[in-house]
């Protein structure tokens, strides 16, 4: 049970008889007690729902253009023929992969992220700055094409603070060799 736990603080209370004893204050990481948790884990729900509307999106973009890539899916609709590159198809999908690329490793840098028990504030603020911001890099690239650099100020925002939490991660942990 001990190893799901980090030391948040520990001192020593001389004074009350416990000589040798510490008072230690637990932190439950990874449970709803962690308020850092409870806001990834929100953040991290919208994430994967808008990333699974992608994949719905790029459905209905493939029926609206009638633009099906296999021979068995042409009998859905009355398509003429297999159809690779429509535009409009092909924006949701690629949208849906860079949500893929990354999100995913987003996601997983977070959970290392937390482990090492962040600023709350701080890792609050990260969380959903993020989210927010692949929520418009999504708006801005699959159902709106605003000029660039929009889309690219977004993504470079998400890219930025994973890298920034990586970096973290790897000072913190580097320095606790």
């Not at 296999?70 to 023929?81: C, G, I, K, M, T």
């Amino acid at each position: 049970m001990e190893s799901n736990r980090i030391i948040h603080s520990c001192t020593n209370f001389p004074s009350t008889g416990n000589q040798g004893r510490w008072n230690c204050d637990y932190v439950f990481l990874l449970t709803v007690n962690n308020p850092v948790f409870c806001t990834f884990m929100f953040w991290t729900s919208v994430l994967l729902l808008k990333m699974m509307m992608m994949t719905l999106l790029t459905a209905y973009k493939r029926f609206r253009n009638k633009a099906f890539p296999n021979q068995e899916d042409l009998r859905f609709r009355s398509a003429p023929e297999v159809t690779f590159g429509n535009p409009n198809v092909e924006r949701a999908r690629r949208a849906h992969r860079n949500d893929l690329e990354n999100i995913i490793p987003h996601l997983v840098i977070s959970i290392l992220y937390i482990a090492l028990d962040p600023n709350p504030l701080a890792a609050k603020v990260l969380f959903r700055l993020y989210a927010l911001i692949r929520i418009t890099h999504t708006f801005v690239y699959a159902f709106c094409a605003v000029p660039q650099p929009t889309r690219a100020i977004t993504f470079f925002i998400g890219y930025g603070i994973t890298v920034y939490m990586a970096f973290y991660i790897l000072v913190v942990t580097f320095l606790s060799l």
